[in-house]
């Protein structure tokens, strides 16, 4: 009796997720892309630094950091470039993306250079 009860509310839950998300509008749809990109490379990295091992271990630390970090940053430039945010309504959408792609070329110098 509790597992039909959990399922349906499971069900329900995911239900109207999938209708909220179906509201949100394209240009931040593109950037929930890019995260989840960024985190499954990052999960690939992880798998095959399992697999095969760590030997050049900066390398590994680079790569699983700039795509973690990417991820934050694009976070960020979602939260700047929804509208629905007050708090980032006076802030173009192009200062927004400026900033975000002046943040990457920052953590990828810093990337660059921890890796020798």
Not at 27 to 45: C, E, H, M, R
Not at 55 to 71: E, I, K, M, Q, R
Not at 82 to 94: H, R, S, T, V
Request: aromatic share 12%; charged share 15%.
């Amino acid at each position: 009796m509790g597992r039909a009860s959990s399922k349906e509310d499971a069900g329900a839950l995911f239900h109207s997720l999938r209708s909220a998300y179906a509201a949100t509008p394209l240009n931040l749809k593109i950037i929930d892309l890019y995260v989840g990109f960024s985190i499954f490379t990052a999960l690939i990295q992880v798998v095959y630094m399992a697999i095969v091992g760590s030997f050049p271990f900066n390398s590994f630390l680079s790569g699983v950091l700039s795509c973690v970090g990417t991820a934050v940053l694009a976070v960020c430039l979602r939260i700047q470039v929804n509208k629905e945010n007050k708090e980032f309504k006076d802030l173009p959408p192009e200062r927004a993306f400026a900033d975000f792609v002046l943040c990457n070329l920052v953590l990828h110098l810093v990337i660059m250079n921890f890796l020798g």
